[in-house]
Nanobody
């Protein structure tokens, strides 16, 4: 299993970023996929999840209305569109796949929201 995140960077408050997570090594179209984030000194938190078909999504209250999770099963890729970014969104963002009791993680991509 391999998960490779990309798309992070430095953005001003109110700006946007689109994160991507390219997956391989498993049947991507069968699995729920998730985005987590971890800010310095804080625990990793669930940001968003999407069902295997993309028909169902769920978000943390802190990002509802600003972030959108989506997926392209033909490309084995899950996305996180982040709009109206705030300084408190600064964190390392991780893609996640859970199989039975095992969590698989990418290396993460840094998002910094600062003026």
């Amino acid at each position: 299993v391999q998960l490779v995140e990309s798309g992070g960077g430095l953005v001003q408050p109110g700006g946007s970023l689109r994160l991507s997570c390219a997956a391989s090594g498993f049947t991507f179209s069968r699995d729920i996929m998730r985005w987590y984030r971890q800010a310095p000194g804080k625990e990793r938190e669930l940001v968003a999840s999407i069902s295997s078909t993309g028909g169902s999504t769920d978000y943390a209250d802190s990002v509802k209305g600003r972030f959108t999770i989506s997926r392209d099963n033909a490309k084995n890729t899950v996305y996180l569109q982040m709009n109206s970014l705030k300084p408190e969104d600064t964190a390392v963002y991780y893609c996640n796949r859970r199989w039975l009791w095992t969590d698989y993680w990418g290396q993460g991509t840094q998002v910094t929201v600062s003026s």
